[in-house]
Every structure is written in structure tokens, then in C-alpha cells.
């Protein structure tokens, strides 16, 4: 297939396109390569997989309609994955235009791109943060997710209720996938493993939210990927029983999806900590916090409808997982001890 990967030279993005490159796939790749976190590890990600005969790389961003559309018109694209957006719960707290201008703007401009370009399948990121104030556990695509705690959350959940206009209307097939919490080597340097990590070396206090008592279902990044492949595979299609009398919120009469994408095994904060230090073999100094605005205490991925449609569910150790990062780190850093 010819696809365009956004969000290229990301850590989810990257590492899809090495495996879709493998496979044999052609792709674009487009990333506006930005400085949110280092942009050093950015173009060591991407130079895995830039030479690639298969691979184009494009420095852009998707809020240039007129760059995109230009690129959608010349490569006329069998699907498209959009990766791209401004990531992390606690920066859209300072600064939420840039979840506005990336995360809705720039996903509108990628449907557009969709639509008159006759793309089979569109799969994009959401995220587990959607859930917001819900308690039942484990997280389910088929409750209401209406009750965001930030405008990342929003943002996420606003891509999925542009994507159902978009499959309804023009019978675009759009697939969403909530991620939970994706870590592992070449991974983003302002989530917990890589900071911690870093603080843990340095022998500096680590701050720890919630008192370490809140629960993620820490997922890793291969599992990450083999679901997008599995799923940008078979595109989305009408739920024929579904009922205006009785919604469901995971499917649509339209050709519209969307699955959680978890490892279906959450662990505390305390614990995944206590990984890290196994792995560095260095106790870590802790400075105990209040829970963050914004975060979510606990998430827990329902997996059911994706090894229903699929036959597929995360398996990663989270000790296995964590020892794989800490590996990639000190050779990345060339740290010795």
C-alpha cells in the first residue's frame, strides 16, 4: 500500500513506519519536527528509517492546508495513519491554543485531505485521557466519554466526533485508537519513564504524583504498533444492528470504529517505579505529590472488541518492557553503569 504516516519522526510514528517499510509498504512520512521535547532524538528516530528506498520524508506541519492538500494530491494515498498532534495532558494546560491549532485544525485539514482524495481508511490517535472523570473500570469504547479533564482530552475527543461526520457523510472508513500510556525505547522524554529515568541516573528527587497510589495500563510500543498494522489492514465498516434507540458508542451505521488499544493490565505508579530501579539497579529518592490538575487517577483498557475483531491483545511485561528502555537508554546516552 502507499500510506502517509504524520507524526513521522515521532515515537509511535517512527516506529510504525520501520515496521510498514519492512512489510514492503511505500510511504510519506510528514512531521513538522517541532521542539516540544528535543528535536536531537527526533532526527535520530527518523534516520532508522529515512534512506529507506520506500520512504519519503516531509518537513511540514498539517495545519498548512495548502502544503497538505498538495501532498495528498500527488501521492494519491491508499490510507493514512495521523499520528501528529501536540501531545501530553500537563502542556495543554499551559498552553491550549497549541492543542486547538494541531489537534483539531490540523485533523480537520487530514480529513479534508481524505475525502477528496478517495483514501480507503483513515486511522488516527485518540487516547485513554477521553475518559476523563469516568470510574468504571476497566475503560470501555461503548460508555459515554463526556466529561474530559483537559483540552488534550478534548482534543482527542473532538477527532472522533469529526471522523464520525466525515464517515457519514462522505463514507470516509475512519478507525480511532485510544492509546494507554505507550513507553518503551526511542520513547518521548516528558512521560514518566523516560523522565524518571534520567532523575533516578542524575541522583535527583523524582516527583511522584498521587502519592505513586494512581493506575496505568502501561502499554508498550511493539504491541502499540502490531494493533495499528492489524487494524489500518481491515478498514472500518457499518455496524448493521447499530440503533439510534440504543447507541452504541464504539460504532456507527456509518463506517466508523473505535478501539482501545491497552495493555489490559494496569499497575501502580509505585510499582512501575520499582521496575525502574530493578532494571538501573539504583534506588530512587522520592518527593511524594497531590495528584496533577488534568490527570486522570487511574486507566484500564476493555480489550474485548479488539481480540473480538482481531485476535489480538498487548502482551508486554511491564518489568520486561521497562528493561528493554533502560537498555536503549544507556547505549542511546552512553551511559555506562
Known amino acids: ?8 519522526a515521532g515515537f509511535i510514528g517512527s516506529a510504525l513506519s520501520i515496521k510498514l517499510l519492512e512489510r514492503g509498504d511505500i510511504l510519506v512520512g510528514i ?12 532526527e535520530k528516530r527518523l534516520a532508522r528509517h529515512l534512506d529507506h528506498a520506500n520512504y519519503t520524508h516531509v518537513r511540514a506541519d498539517i495545519e498548512d492546508n495548502s502544503s497538505l492538500q498538495s501532498l495528498f494530491k500527488k501521492h494519491k494515498f491508499d490510507g493514512v495513519v495521523n499520528l501528529a498532534a501536540q501531545a501530553g495532558v500537563r502542556y495543554s494546560i499551559e498552553n491550549p491554543q497549541a492543542y486547538i491549532n494541531t489537534n483539531i485544525v490540523g485533523f480537520g485539514n487530514i480529513l479534508e485531505g481524505c475525502r477528496h482524495n478517495n483514501v480507503s481508511h483513515l486511522v488516527y490517535a485518540s487516547s ?9 473500570m476497566p475503560f470501555s469504547t ?10 488534550y482530552a478534548a482534543s482527542k475527543k473532538a477527532n472522533e466526533l469529526m471522523a464520525h461526520t466525515y464517515s457519514y457523510l462522505y463514507k470516509l472508513p475512519t478507525t480511532g485508537l485510544r492509546f494507554f500510556t505507550v513507553y518503551g525505547p526511542w ?16 541522583g535527583e528527587k523524582i516527583p511522584v504524583f498521587n502519592y505513586g497510589n494512581h493506575r496505568r495500563d502501561f502499554t508498550y510500543i511493539d504491541d502499540i504498533v502490531e494493533g495499528v498494522i492489524r487494524i489500518l489492514d481491515r478498514p472500518a465498516e457499518p455496524n448493521i444492528d447499530w ?27 509505585n510499582m512501575y517505579i520499582e521496575a525502574i530501579e530493578n532494571a538501573l539497579g539504583i534506588k530512587a529518592l522520592k518527593e ?3 495528584l496533577q490538575p488534568g490527570d486522570v487517577p487511574n486507566t484500564f483498557a476493555d480489550v474485548d472488541d479488539l481480540m473480538a475483531d482481531f485476535n489480538y491483545k498487548p502482551s508486554m511485561t511491564v518489568e520486561k518492557g521497562v528493561s528493554n ?7 542511546f546516552y552512553k551511559i555506562s553503569h
Open 1 to 8: 500500500m502507499k500510506l502517509l504516516i504524520t507524526g513521522s
Open 243 to 269: 440503533s439510534g434507540d440504543n447507541p452504541d458508542s464504539a460504532s456507527s451505521s456509518a463506517p466508523w470504529k473505535i478501539y482501545n488499544i491497552g495493555n489490559n493490565s494496569p499497575i501502580e505508579l
Open 187 to 202: 520513547g518521548r522524554p516528558d512521560m514518566a519513564l523516560f523522565k524518571f529515568t534520567k532523575s533516578i541516573l542524575a
Open 288 to 290: 511524594l505529590l497531590p
Open 31 to 42: 512531521d513538522n519536527h517541532n521542539d516540544y521535547y528535543d528535536p536531537v532524538l527526533k
Open 128 to 136: 485513554s485521557s477521553v475518559y476523563g472523570s469516568n470510574t468504571k
Open 325 to 331: 528502555f533502560i537498555k536503549w537508554y544507556k547505549d
Open 142 to 151: 461503548h460508555d459515554s466519554v463526556d466529561h474530559p479533564l483537559s483540552l
